[in-house]
Structures are given as structure tokens and as C-alpha cells.
């Protein structure tokens, strides 16, 4: 079974804090990864690729760990739009089975 | 107009009634997903084609038939529902990069 894991959360931190997500994944022959976000009732919608070399979106950066099998998501300088729920995307082999995790909680107060 | 369309978006239902979700994209791609998801549960594969002839189960197939009609539409058929397929679903597309694009959702409630 190929599992991907997250931290369900809540992460609740006030506003202008630095959040961190992390993510394992059990299979190594992982291909591709990203970090959706989703917000309540909506569809999810891609947040970032995650790339070996790491990257980075304004406050946004993503990172991968091969050889622990796990990605990141840091989160600087938190606003009240970040609230939502973080969900890790892990696709296997070079056909793409994109597999979840459950999502990881973001709640973000003034 | 969006990229990924589901009907019908809300569908409240009876135990044992047949129940069809469609699913249409126009962003032409081969790979087509159908997802539901529960509170606590994140997203689940129910199935996936890669192309018109090509239908695979996911990690939750029983239960669920798909049809792709075309390269753009892709169907998900419940037979019989029971009250523990009453979740959202999702369909999504995804190309050469693997990125997901997704439909609103389609919330199904099955009495």
C-alpha cells in the first residue's frame, strides 16, 4: 500500500508567524510531488511543485528529502488568506497515480 | 468557463436509486480522476483512465463504474447507493506535468 502522511493539525498560529508542513511518503519510487491547498467545500488547487533542488513562491517554499522520504512546506509571514487546508500529492511511477495525504489544517487568527 | 465542469453539484438521493456524475474537461487531456472525499479522510482514488480505452480501479472502486465517453468526459455511476457513499466528489485531469486540475465538486447525500 502506498501511503502518504501528514499531520492533520490544526496548526493554529497568529498572524506574521512562520508555519512548517511536513509530509511522508512510504514508496521510493516516487516520481513527482506538490502541495495543494484546498479551502472549505472547494476544489483543491495546485499551491506549488515540489522539486529536488527545492524552490521557493514569495513566502511560499517547498522541499523535498529523498533520502527521508518526505517533502515541506514553510509558510513565512502567515496571513488570515492562508487559513485552509494543505494537502501533500505524491504521484507514483512514470504513469502518475497522483495519492493524497489528509490534508494538514492551517488556521491563521489576528 | 471552467476548465473542468461535474454535474449535477448537489444530489440528495434514496438507498438503492442509480446515480450518474459526469464529469467534462476542455483541457485536452488523456488522464481523467474521480476522487471522493470524507471529513478526515482527504482524497480518495475511486478510479482513473489514461485514455479512452484505458480504465483502471482506484484505491475505493467497489461499489462504483466508470465510462469514458470521449477523451473529455468521464463518468462516475453508483448502481445502487447505500448511505456510506454520501461524500464529495471530485473528478480532475492532469497532463504531461502531473498537476491536478479539478472540478467544483459534486456532493452527494444518500438517504
Known amino acids: 500500500r502506498k501511503e502518504v502522511e501528514q499531520d492533520p493539525g490544526p496548526f493554529n498560529v497568529p498572524e506574521g508567524a512562520t508555519v512548517a508542513f511536513n509530509c511522508t511518503y512510504s514508496?521510493?519510487?516516487?516520481?513527482?510531488f506538490f502541495w495543494y491547498r484546498q479551502d472549505c467545500r472547494k476544489e483543491p488547487k495546485l499551491l506549488m511543485s515540489?522539486?529536488?533542488s527545492g524552490n521557493e513562491d514569495g513566502r511560499f517554499t517547498a522541499q523535498l528529502n529523498r533520502a527521508s522520504q518526505y517533502i515541506s512546506l514553510l509558510i513565512r509571514d502567515s496571513k488570515l488568506s492562508d487559513s485552509a487546508t494543505y494537502l501533500c500529492?505524491?504521484?507514483?511511477?512514470?504513469?502518475?497515480?497522483?495519492?493524497f495525504g489528509r490534508g494538514t489544517s492551517l488556521i491563521v487568527h489576528p | 468557463d471552467a476548465d473542468v465542469t461535474q454535474t449535477p453539484r448537489n444530489r440528495i438521493t434514496k438507498t438503492g436509486k442509480r446515480i450518474m456524475l459526469e464529469c467534462s474537461q476542455t483541457?485536452?487531456?488523456?488522464?481523467m480522476y474521480w476522487y471522493r472525499q470524507d471529513p478526515g479522510l482527504g482524497l480518495r482514488l475511486i478510479y482513473y483512465?489514461?485514455?479512452?480505452?484505458?480504465?483502471n480501479k482506484g484505491e475505493i472502486s467497489d461499489g462504483y463504474s466508470v465510462s469514458r465517453q470521449a477523451q473529455a468526459k468521464f463518468s462516475l455511476s453508483l448502481e445502487s447507493a447505500i448511505p456510506n457513499q454520501t461524500a464529495l466528489y471530485f473528478c480532475?485531469?492532469?497532463?504531461?506535468?502531473?498537476?491536478?486540475?479539478f472540478g467544483e465538486g459534486s456532493r452527494l447525500t444518500v438517504l
Open positions: 480532475a485531469t492532469s497532463g504531461s506535468t502531473g498537476e491536478l486540475f
Open positions: 514508496n521510493s519510487a516516487s516520481q513527482s
Open positions: 515540489v522539486y529536488s
Open positions: 500529492v505524491v504521484n507514483w511511477g512514470g504513469s502518475y497515480i497522483p495519492t
Open positions: 483541457k485536452g487531456h488523456d488522464r
Open positions: 483512465s489514461f485514455d479512452v480505452k484505458d480504465i
